[in-house]
């Protein structure tokens, strides 16, 4: 085990220790605000190749997104490979990303072990890094360990990428960003920097004239670098606001329309797991706002509340299954009555599609929509897309959310909005 993993594993031993020393908050602290605990520092995984040549075979992890932290052989043919977090405490999402080759075609076996986390992701392939298949179950067996399961497959002088989900890199995003850029009514602007450096990019949709939009609705993806199906979602709704339909133009004529696609642009082209490059979770610092991704995106969002008044926020993610995390129903908010007419509207549009709501979930989060519904007073909602949702019925369920959001914030919200 390399020497820093060592000192890794200790210090998350000591920091479990010290956490059990943390007070408990008074009574009366502020329940958004709960103390996190001592995190151990970010370690990132290795840009390099492994090559056995007694086997004519090449694994790399030089590519964005890319996670492999260690590869070995285990004999002719068979290989192991680590994907370790970037620092711990963290969410059991264990994302890895690796390409492999051989000088001559063969069959190979891959075992991966995701480091004590539950192997979460069925590997995806693809040959060109764009077009990825899902595993089958006879290529794929998990192990007896619940972080770990072996892959077995022909690989060639062709790289095979394999990876946790389908790679939707930063890159990916900031090609779709610049595509939309060339709609007369989209502008892409530079909010903010990562920790890293790199740019934050705000997508801001607006058609309405000037100063008489009757609200903006604001979008975030993708805080959690291994969400893919979260970003795939986003993507989707967003075109649907940006088509030309009668609705949809309907729609930019009133609203406008706020997208920050890639809030961690660093996580996701190390290939972290959860966290942004200081390590934190940026949607647990909606309070503290201790992150330089979540303060561009809340001083972007509070810069034109002036003009144009936020009356929605969409925060996509994913989990185990599709759901969202609303407001309850009785809770004041304007635009009054909106989560409950927009989820049924959904439902009227693919009626095969069962919609999972939970109100009020970890209230005591710091997550983004628990600030901009206490910040505004609007409806703000976590919109989770499964991991395995079947990604055909992820497309048509997105554009459908869109099409409703449209609808109803037409119907709902008046024309000028009370400042
Ligand atoms: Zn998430």
């Known amino acids: 085990m390399p020497t820093s993993l060592v000192h890794l594993r200790r210090g998350a031993l000591l920091c479990?220790?010290?956490?059990?020393?943390?007070?408990?908050?008074?009574?009366n602290a502020p329940a958004a605000a709960p103390a996190q605990p001592p995190r151990t520092p970010v370690v990132a995984a290795p840009a390099r190749?492994?090559?056995?040549?007694?086997?004519?075979?090449?694994?790399?992890?030089?590519?964005?997104?890319?996670?492999?932290?260690?590869?070995?052989?285990?004999?002719?043919?068979?290989?192991?490979v680590t994907s370790e977090p970037e620092n711990r405490p963290i969410n059991p999402s264990p994302w890895f990303a690796f390409r492999v080759r051989a000088?001559?075609?063969?069959?190979?076996?891959?075992?991966i072990n995701t480091a004590t986390a539950r192997l979460r992701y069925v590997p995806k392939v693809s040959v060109d890094g764009r077009r990825w298949i899902t595993l089958p179950a006879e290529a794929f067996v998990r192990g007896e360990r619940e972080d770990e399961g072996t892959i077995r497959i022909d690989v060639g002088p062709e790289p095979l990428w394999v990876a946790a989900q389908e790679i939707v890199s930063g890159e990916d995003l900031d090609s779709w960003g610049r595509s939309l850029e060339s709609l007369p009514f989209v502008a892409r602007s530079e909010i903010g920097r990562s920790v890293g450096g790199r740019a934050l990019h705000a997508l801001d949709i607006d058609a309405t004239a000037s100063g008489a939009a009757s609200g903006c609705v604001v979008?975030?993806?993708?805080?959690?670098?291994?969400?893919?199906?979260?970003?795939?979602?986003?993507?989707?709704?967003?075109?649907?606001?940006?088509?030309?339909?009668?609705?949809?133009?309907?729609?930019?004529?009133?609203?406008?329309?706020l997208v920050v696609p890639l809030v961690n642009p660093d996580g996701v082209a190390g290939g972290h797991w959860r966290h942004n490059l200081n390590g934190v979770d940026t949607n647990r610092d909606w309070d503290r706002f201790d992150q330089p991704e979540t303060r561009a995106v809340r001083d972007a969002v509070r810069?034109?509340?002036?003009?144009?008044?936020?009356?929605?926020?969409?925060?996509?993610?994913?989990?185990?299954?599709?759901?969202?995390?609303?407001?309850?129903?009785?809770?004041?908010?304007?635009?009054?009555?909106?989560?409950?007419?927009?989820?049924?509207g959904i439902s009227t549009r693919v009626p095969s599609y069962a919609i999972k709501r939970t109100p009020n979930a970890n209230p005591t989060q710091a997550t983004s929509h628990h600030w901009a519904h206490r910040e505004f007073g609007i409806p703000a909602i976590t919109y989770e897309?499964?991991?395995?949702?079947?990604?055909?019925?992820?497309?048509?369920?997105a554009a459908a959310a869109a099409e409703s959001m449209m609808e109803q914030l037409l119907a709902l919200v008046p024309e000028t909005p009370a400042r």
């Open 16 to 27: 479990a220790a010290l956490a059990l020393t943390v007070p408990l908050p008074a009574a």
């Open 303 to 344: 810069a034109m509340r002036e003009t144009r008044r936020p009356v929605l926020h969409l925060d996509f993610h994913s989990t185990f299954s599709d759901v969202f995390y609303t407001q309850t129903d009785d809770k004041p908010m304007q635009p009054a009555g909106f989560t409950k007419v927009w989820l049924e």
């Open 385 to 397: 897309l499964g991991d395995n949702t079947d990604r055909a019925l992820l497309q048509t369920v």
């Open 219 to 257: 979008i975030v993806g993708r805080q959690h670098p291994p969400e893919v199906t979260g970003s795939l979602a986003l993507m989707r709704f967003v075109e649907t606001v940006v088509a030309e339909t009668p609705l949809a133009r309907r729609f930019r004529a009133r609203f406008a329309v």
């Open 49 to 80: 190749t492994w090559e056995f040549a007694e086997d004519g075979v090449v694994f790399d992890s030089q590519f964005p997104a890319a996670r492999l932290s260690e590869c070995t052989r285990l004999g002719p043919g068979a290989y192991a």
């Open 103 to 111: 000088e001559r075609p063969r069959p190979v076996s891959i075992r």
